[in-house]
């Protein structure tokens, strides 16, 4: 693939680099500070930086304040709907985790490869996406069991099944149930990858049509480029779209756990 | 894909870091500031409920004034409007008062002057009937030479006048 397409190799931006402590490791696992580790940093800088602006606490918020009062006032919003009082415990992590997937995405779609840096979307890993997930999950099963203990498993037993329907219905709820960590680090980390892979295979449809003559120009190059505007505007849509129906999902599976339907 | 290709190599990395920046992301923001920012919203919140309370409480002050207000300057406007009609009245009535008494007096006055006129009248008939028996006495007199009494002349006289 990459061999044909010249030097663009769309993959190539999710390559993991060290940049340096190659030789840390803990029990083993080599934990060298990656080019993924520094986006991660960049990412929490970046919302640590957004955030103190928000940390005026006036009583008549300037614009940084505003913006920030509304994010956190959309994630507090979409708790209380979601879980109601009782989700207001929850809304540190889920505020937590909607930002971090909302400015590490955004992130990746900066545009800082013009001073040589390349970009690099951490929630477009797997790993990335997996750990999340799994500590959503996590949290709504410690929730649930410590909340209602084995009554937790009353989950699965929707109200109203007939009784000779209980087994099949248990068994089919409960893979649905199991099944959510893996479609919640999937979707995000999917989402992230097939919209950066389209737009590298776009960038680099462009950049060999202006390298193959003046003919690919006009047939290929500038579609290519104009498409490219369209699927830059679809890939931060998503990029929101992505970090809002992670936390979203979070929110729901934490509802399940804490008012059991 | 390198995320797959890598993961053997670079998970725990990616993990441990990951870790380490969302244990940031959650114990500094999430826990720290955003509990800050929520209320300072719930404060301006709740300052701008108590003030439209405030504001509410006060609209409700000025329309309890502004109906007292109204309320007296009624009262005081008919009070005027009593005053006003009473003193026309009153005003009426001794006018009609007076002008009873002038007329009583004025009645008085011309019932006397009838009197007067009718006793002048009735005085000057008297002496007019005593003239003319003493001309009848002397015309008598002088005319048979015949002397008439003062109480027969008087009746021929008067007989003459009724008739």
């Given at each position: 693939?990459?061999?044909?397409?010249?030097?663009?190799?769309?993959?190539?931006?999710?390559?993991?680099?060290?940049?340096?402590?190659?030789?840390?490791?803990?029990?083993?696992?080599?934990?060298?500070?990656?080019?993924?580790?520094?986006?991660?940093?960049?990412?929490?800088?970046?919302?640590?930086?957004?955030?103190?602006?928000?940390?005026?606490?006036?009583?008549?918020?300037?614009?940084?304040?505003?913006?920030?009062?509304?994010?956190?006032?959309?994630?507090?919003?979409?708790?209380?709907?979601?879980?109601?009082?009782?989700?207001?415990?929850?809304?540190?992590?889920?505020?937590?985790?909607?930002?971090?997937?909302?400015?590490?995405?955004?992130?990746?779609?900066?545009?800082?490869?013009?001073?040589?840096?390349?970009?690099?979307?951490?929630?477009?890993?797997?790993?990335?996406?997996?750990?999340?997930?799994?500590?959503?999950?996590?949290?709504?099963?410690?929730?649930?069991?410590?909340?209602?203990?084995?009554?937790?498993?009353?989950?699965?037993?929707?109200?109203?099944?007939?009784?000779?329907?209980?087994?099949?219905?248990?068994?089919?709820?409960?893979?649905?149930?199991?099944?959510?960590?893996?479609?919640?680090?999937?979707?995000?980390?999917?989402?992230?990858?097939?919209?950066?892979?389209?737009?590298?295979?776009?960038?680099?449809?462009?950049?060999?049509?202006?390298?193959?003559?003046?003919?690919?120009?006009?047939?290929?190059?500038?579609?290519?480029?104009?498409?490219?505007?369209?699927?830059?505007?679809?890939?931060?849509?998503?990029?929101?779209?992505?970090?809002?129906?992670?936390?979203?999902?979070?929110?729901?599976?934490?509802?399940?756990?804490?008012?059991?339907? | 894909?390198?995320?797959?290709?890598?993961?053997?190599?670079?998970?725990?990395?990616?993990?441990?870091?990951?870790?380490?920046?969302?244990?940031?992301?959650?114990?500094?923001?999430?826990?720290?500031?955003?509990?800050?920012?929520?209320?300072?919203?719930?404060?301006?919140?709740?300052?701008?409920?108590?003030?439209?309370?405030?504001?509410?409480?006060?609209?409700?002050?000025?329309?309890?004034?502004?109906?007292?207000?109204?309320?007296?300057?009624?009262?005081?406007?008919?009070?005027?409007?009593?005053?006003?009609?009473?003193?026309?009245?009153?005003?009426?009535?001794?006018?009609?008062?007076?002008?009873?008494?002038?007329?009583?007096?004025?009645?008085?006055?011309?019932?006397?002057?009838?009197?007067?006129?009718?006793?002048?009248?009735?005085?000057?008939?008297?002496?007019?009937?005593?003239?003319?028996?003493?001309?009848?006495?002397?015309?008598?007199?002088?005319?048979?030479?015949?002397?008439?009494?003062?109480?027969a002349a008087e009746g021929a006289v008067k007989a003459a006048l009724a008739a």
């Amino acid at each position: 693939m990459a061999a044909e397409s010249g030097k663009i190799d769309p993959m190539h931006q999710f390559m993991i680099e060290p940049l340096f402590g190659q030789g840390w490791s803990i029990a083993g696992h080599n934990i060298a500070f990656t080019n993924s580790a520094m986006w991660m940093v960049v990412t929490l800088a970046a919302l640590l930086i957004f955030m103190i602006g928000g940390m005026k606490r006036d009583l008549v918020p300037g614009r940084w304040q505003a913006a920030v009062e509304s994010f956190t006032g959309f994630v507090s919003g979409m708790m209380a709907t979601n879980i109601g009082p009782e989700g207001k415990k929850f809304t540190p992590y889920v505020f937590s985790l909607f930002m971090f997937i909302l400015i590490a995405n955004i992130m990746g779609m900066m545009p800082t490869g013009v001073v040589g840096v390349h970009p690099f979307t951490v929630t477009s890993h797997l790993t990335v996406t997996g750990v999340l997930a799994v500590i959503s999950f996590s949290i709504v099963l410690v929730v649930g069991f410590w909340r209602h203990g084995f009554h937790f498993f009353s989950l699965f037993v929707p109200h109203g099944t007939p009784g000779y329907m209980i087994p099949m219905i248990f068994v089919i709820e409960l893979f649905s149930f199991l099944i959510r960590p893996f479609s919640l680090g999937l979707r995000l980390f999917v989402a992230m990858t097939a919209g950066h892979i389209l737009m590298k295979v776009l960038a680099g449809f462009v950049i060999n049509g202006i390298n193959a003559g003046a003919l690919t120009v006009a047939i290929v190059s500038i579609p290519s480029f104009i498409l490219m505007i369209g699927i830059t505007l679809l890939e931060l849509l998503v990029c929101a779209i992505q970090a809002y129906v992670f936390a979203l999902l979070t929110s729901l599976y934490l509802n399940d756990a804490i008012n059991l339907h | 894909m390198p995320q797959i290709a890598q993961i053997a190599a670079t998970y725990a990395s990616q993990i441990f870091w990951l870790l380490i920046v969302f244990g940031l992301i959650y114990f500094v923001i999430g826990k720290g500031m955003l509990p800050k920012i929520e209320a300072t919203v719930d404060a301006r919140d709740q300052k701008i409920a108590s003030d439209l309370a405030a504001a509410e409480a006060a609209r409700g002050a000025a329309d309890e004034t502004e109906a007292a207000y109204r309320a007296r300057i009624e009262e005081a406007r008919a009070a005027a409007l009593k005053a006003t009609q009473d003193a026309k009245s009153a005003a009426t009535a001794e006018a009609e008062k007076r002008v009873k008494a002038a007329d009583e007096a004025l009645a008085a006055k011309a019932a006397e002057a009838d009197a007067a006129l009718k006793a002048a009248q009735a005085k000057a008939l008297a002496e007019i009937e005593n003239v003319a028996a003493e001309a009848a006495q002397e015309i008598v007199a002088k005319v048979s030479g015949i002397e008439v009494d003062k109480a027969a002349a008087e009746g021929a006289v008067k007989a003459a006048l009724a008739a």
